[in-house]
């Protein structure tokens, strides 16, 4: 049965409860672990035991970090990094050129660096180059190096490794073929001889572990390695911003990283943070939409290293040009994606959007963008998504996927298929290279493979709401406890709480598309905003006169704009009473 009733809300949705057993979940949870009901309802939806919640909403890194020698091949990458240290070999770290191949390759920088040992940074242009080790940069970099770090990218990369004439050690966590390239390790949880167990980490998790079991290796030869908690704010930031799922192991370094973050320790964070005019703590809206971007800019438009450099740097003043370097490069990335994103939308529509891929390609699509496009594209469609950008008969495509569909193994099928140049990723992203006449039965045969896995056969998506609020329980405090049931991402979704039977006031239009008003009678009123409404149905639904009242469901949040906190509803959908 439809919460409320809501079969079909201002915006097409269903909005749906706790199911019967869930309901009884909560308030178990609420009796054990006197918490209030919202937030009960709240870890029910989780999963979450009634006598797990206390653990669950103040989760313990060291309780849920796994041992790093569980992931094969952590043992020998750890012996052979901690070897060219002690040989002061050198070293060259190759990254991929988002953001959690930067963190990744700053997490080993900055190691390298406080052990008193320098290394090379290489990331590939993303135009030049594409993705991952080539041939002859591998070639060159092995002539100058003993030793050559792949982290975020490596797995598939046979011939490259093959042709660096050095020892390399690959730290990714991409899709892995049937057979691995000629390295001293590969450390990788979604190799296909893993259980799958730690598939969820994001390169920079991976990263992370590594550092743990060389700290764990110096210990028991009686040095100390560097303090690894002041580590995680990089691996929260590629976390997020990798849209890796917000769960386990995961939602533990989130959510100390972002304390860490707090502490403005790392000049090249200071520094974006400030370009980005942030005025509270990091959330990980902030690293997800502010800071993860503009790290991003560089390496989509602009110099690709220039991300890694940011966060690596120890120098304030260095951290200070690169971050407004960056914040520039991003706005002209804004611009150049909207373009883009305009015409992948419109030509997706006309092609049909009610199967199990949408996808747009287009002559001349900047390929730094296409995979921001094919993220809008999965938003407003809830459909895996390719977006393309063609040069010279070839293109370069990035790929978005939803929550149940693993479109990194079907690309990587199309690819072994030979439709595909090249392709692969992991669970919810992938890259691909097609030739122009190739590309449409390249995508039915990727559409075949998606709708296998289910893609495609629902409706409009789902609104999943918590449960109903009062305007007058809505406090800064319960905020804080559902708060703690955080953070929310991927695969953890902010929680969502309907205000019943509303009248709906002080309706004001800000800017070109966004609707603040206050709901509630009396006293107990409650301010709102509708990011976005305008786009939609809900800005002139709830903005007509006389509009009579609703049902309002979004997320409850702290508001501090201006100096000032005040309780706030951050409105999703809508529904007549």
Not at 50 to 71: I, S, V
Not at 167 to 176: A, F, I, R, S, T
Not at 212 to 233: M, S, Y
Not at 417 to 428: A, N
Request: hydrophobic share 45%; aromatic share 4%.
């Amino acid at each position: 049965m439809a919460f409320l009733g809501v079969e079909a809300s201002l915006t097409g949705r269903r909005w749906v409860g706790l199911s019967i057993e869930e309901d009884r979940q909560a308030e178990a949870i609420a009796q054990a672990a006197r918490l209030p009901l919202p937030v009960a309802r709240v870890l029910a939806r989780r999963g979450v035991a009634p006598e797990g919640a206390t653990g669950f909403l103040a989760p313990a890194l060291r309780d849920l970090l796994p041992d790093p020698l569980t992931l094969r091949d952590m043992g020998a990458a750890a012996d052979r990094v901690l070897h060219a240290l002690r040989r002061r070999q050198r070293i060259a770290v190759f990254a991929d050129y988002d953001v959690d191949g930067g963190a990744s390759a700053a997490l080993l920088l900055v190691w390298l660096r406080e052990m008193g040992h320098g290394a090379t940074l290489y990331i590939p242009d993303r135009i030049d180059e594409g993705y991952g080790p080539n041939v002859p940069a591998m070639r060159t970099l092995g002539d100058d190096h003993d030793l050559i770090i792949c982290v975020d990218c490596g797995t598939l990369s046979h011939e490259p490794i093959a042709a660096a004439g050095c020892d390399v050690v690959v730290l990714d966590h991409h899709l892995g073929g049937e057979t691995l390239p000629p390295a001293c390790a590969v450390v990788n949880p979604n190799r296909q001889d893993e259980p799958g167990g730690l598939g969820h980490l994001c390169a920079a998790g991976v990263v992370f572990l590594l550092l743990v079991e060389a700290n764990r290796r110096l210990r028991a030869e009686g040095v100390q390695g560097p303090d690894l908690i002041r580590f995680l704010d990089l691996v929260a930031l590629a976390t997020v911003a990798d849209v890796a799922p917000l769960i386990g192991v995961n939602r533990a370094l989130v959510r100390q990283g972002l304390t860490v973050m707090a502490r403005r320790d790392r000049p090249g964070l200071v520094a974006l943070a400030d370009v980005a005019r942030m005025t509270k703590a990091p959330d990980t809206y902030a690293l997800g939409f502010l800071l993860g971007p503009r790290v991003n800019a560089g390496g989509r438009i602009g110099q690709a290293d220039l991300g890694a450099r940011l966060l690596a740097t120890d120098n304030p003043a260095e951290a200070a040009a690169l971050a407004a370097r960056l914040d520039t490069l991003n706005t002209e990335r804004r611009e150049i994606e909207a373009a883009v994103r305009a015409e992948a939308l419109a030509q997706a529509e006309a092609r049909g959007v009610d199967g199990p891929l949408v996808w747009a390609a287009g002559e001349g699509w900047h390929p730094g963008v296409v995979g921001i496009a094919a993220a809008r594209l999965k938003e407003a469609f809830d459909r895996p998504s390719v977006v393309i950008g063609f040069e010279g008969g070839i293109g370069k495509g990035s790929a978005r996927s939803v929550a149940g569909v693993d479109l990194g193994a079907a690309v990587a099928r199309v690819a072994a298929e030979g439709l595909f140049l090249k392709g692969g990723g992991h669970r919810m992203a992938a890259g691909l290279t097609v030739a122009q006449d190739a590309l449409e039965p390249a995508m039915a045969r990727l559409a075949e493979l998606l709708a296998r896995q289910g893609a495609g056969q629902t409706g409009p998506r789902d609104l999943m709401v918590e449960g109903l609020l009062a305007p007058q329980a809505l406090t800064a405090d319960l905020v804080a406890q559902i708060e703690a049931a955080g953070p929310f991402g991927a695969s953890a979704p902010a929680p969502r709480f309907v205000l019943a039977d509303q009248r709906v006031q002080d309706v004001r239009r800000i800017g070109e598309s966004h609707l603040r008003l206050r709901l509630g009678d009396g006293a107990a009123q409650v301010q709102a905003i509708c990011f976005g409404a305008f786009d939609g149905p809900l800005g002139p639904a709830l903005s007509a006169g006389g509009a009579g009242r609703f049902h309002l469901a979004g997320r409850v949040e702290v508001d501090s704009w201006g100096g000032r906190e005040k309780v706030q509803l951050r409105l999703d959908d809508a529904a007549r009473a």
